[in-house]
Nanobody, 127 residues
Framework: QLQFVESGGGLVQPGGSLRLSCANS????????IGWFRQAPGKEREGVAC????????YAARSVEGRFTISRDSIKNTVFLQMRNLEPEDTAVYYC????????????????????WGQGTQVTVSL
């Protein structure tokens, strides 16, 4: 199974921006649908955004639409999540995962087809 390294999280004020990275050194990520997910304390994991193989299509949860953008860099073999206009409600641990097909983002994500849930990266939005 793929093991991802998620990075780029941190503490940011409301209205600020962060860019998260999801990298894997062994497998070509363009072969997989890759999604970003998050889990806040006391809540279930939820879908944030997903990109299909080679970045042909992208999807975003309604709560982040217009603020978050998912993209791929094939040369760096990395999937990014650009987050803008962050809100306190965005505070969570963010994870990436690989699927055959992007899962529906409005339900609790199923176990990934090709990866396991890693350590994630913490995003905290606060004054």
């Amino acid at each position: 199974q793929l093991q991802f390294v998620e990075s780029g999280g941190g503490l940011v004020q409301p209205g600020g921006s962060l860019r998260l990275s999801c990298a894997n050194s062994e497998f070509t990520l363009n072969r997989y649908d890759i999604g970003w997910f998050r889990q806040a304390p006391g809540k279930e994991r939820e879908g944030v955004a997903c990109t299909t193989t080679n970045g042909v299509d992208t999807y975003a949860a309604r709560s982040v639409e217009g603020r978050f953008t998912i993209s791929r860099d094939s040369i760096k073999n990395t999937v990014f999540l650009q987050m803008r206009n962050l809100e306190p409600e965005d505070t969570a641990v963010y994870y990436c995962a690989a699927y055959k097909v992007c899962p529906d983002l409005w339900i609790v994500p199923p176990p990934p087809d090709f990866s396991s849930w890693g350590q994630g990266t913490q995003v905290t939005v606060s004054l």
